[in-house]
C-alpha cells in the first residue's frame, strides 16, 4: 500500500505525488482511493481505487538516482524495427502501458534512428509512431527530470546519447 507524499510513476500520466487517501461514498458504496496529482501538470486530478489492482497495477514506484543512469548509459540495438505497422503499434502500446523506463528508453532511442532513416529517404515518421513517440518522450522525461532534478529539455539529449 502507497503512503501519502509518495511520488509514483502512473501509467502515461506520469510521476504523480499521491496527496492524499480518501473514500468517497456513492449511493451505498464506500471505495477509498489514492488522490494523485500529476507533478508536470497543474491541470488534473486522478482518483485510483485502491482495492482496484489493474489501476493500482498501473502504479510503481519512481527508479532512484542509480538505476536512471544505468539505464541511460546502456546501449540500444537500433536497427530493430517492426514495418508491419499494426503488429508495431500493438508493441508500442504495451511498452507504454507498461510504463518500463528501460523499453521505454530503448522505443525513444529506435524511433528516433528510425526518424533520422526516414528524413534520409525525404519521409516521416507515420502518424502514429509520432504520437508513441511523444507519449515515451512525456513518460521518461518527467521520471528523469524529477528523480535527477534537472530540466526536462535536458533529458531528451541524455536519453539518445546512449
Sequence with gaps: MYK??????Y??????????????????????YYVLKPVCSDSSTLFVPTHNEQLVSKMR???????IKNILSQKTDNEIWIDNKSER????????????????????????????IQLQKGRRLHM???RFLKEAEK???DEVS???NIDRGEVLPLVLAG
Design 89 to 116: 503499434c500493438e508493441r508500442f502500446k504495451e511498452i507504454i502501458a507498461g510504463g518500463d523506463c528501460k523499453k521505454l528508453v530503448e522505443l525513444i532511442r529506435r524511433m528516433h534512428f528510425h526518424s533520422k
Design 139 to 141: 513518460m521518461v522525461c
Design 61 to 67: 514506484d519512481v527508479l532512484s538516482s542509480d538505476e
Design 11 to 32: 501509467g502515461a500520466n506520469g510521476v504523480c505525488e499521491i496527496t492524499e487517501i480518501t473514500t468517497k461514498t456513492i449511493g451505498k458504496i464506500s471505495i477509498e
Design 128 to 130: 502514429s509512431d509520432e
Design 4 to 9: 501519502v507524499g509518495e511520488v509514483v510513476l
Design 146 to 148: 524529477i528523480v535527477l
